[in-house]
Nanobody
Framework: QVQLVESGGGLVQAGGSLRLSCAAS????????MGWLRQAPGKERELVAR???????YYTDSVKGRFTISRDNARNTVYLQMNSLKPEDTAVYYC????????????WGKGTLVTVSS
C-alpha cells in the first residue's frame, strides 16, 4: 500500500504563491506517475497536473503558465508550485499516484486545503 502525505496548503491572497509537497512511501516512486487533483466546493474533482516516470507533464488549461509540477525521485516527493493564484484556485488539493508505468491514479492522499482570498 502506498501512502501519500501532502503539505503546504494554506491561505494566500490573490496573486500570491504556494508550493505543495507530497511525500510518497512507494519504493517504486520513480516508476510511477504522480499527479495533483483538486476539488472545489460543489464541484467535481479535476486533474490539475501530472508528471510521468519520464518527466513528461500535463496541465489543465486553467493553470498553464501559473503552476509547475516537479518531482524529486531521491526524496520520493512531488511538488506543485502555484504562482499568480486566483480565488477560483481555492480547493482541496489531493496528491495521487499510479502503479509502475501506469497512468491510472490508484493511490490518494488525504488532501490539503488551499484558500485564495480576493
Amino acid at each position: 500500500q502506498v501512502q501519500l502525505v501532502e503539505s503546504g496548503g494554506g491561505l494566500v491572497q490573490a496573486g500570491g504563491s504556494l508550493r505543495l509537497s507530497c511525500a510518497a512511501s512507494a519504493r517504486t516512486f520513480s516508476s510511477s506517475v504522480m499527479g495533483w487533483l483538486r476539488q472545489a466546493p460543489g464541484k467535481e474533482r479535476e486533474l490539475v497536473a501530472r508528471i510521468s516516470w519520464s518527466d513528461s507533464t500535463y496541465y489543465t488549461d486553467s493553470v498553464k503558465g501559473r503552476f509547475t509540477i516537479s518531482r524529486d525521485n531521491a526524496r520520493n516527493t512531488v511538488y506543485l508550485q502555484m504562482n499568480s493564484l486566483k480565488p477560483e484556485d481555492t480547493a482541496v488539493y489531493y496528491c495521487a499516484a499510479g502503479r509502475p508505468f501506469s497512468y491510472e491514479m490508484v493511490y490518494w492522499g488525504k488532501g490539503t486545503l488551499v484558500t485564495v482570498s480576493s
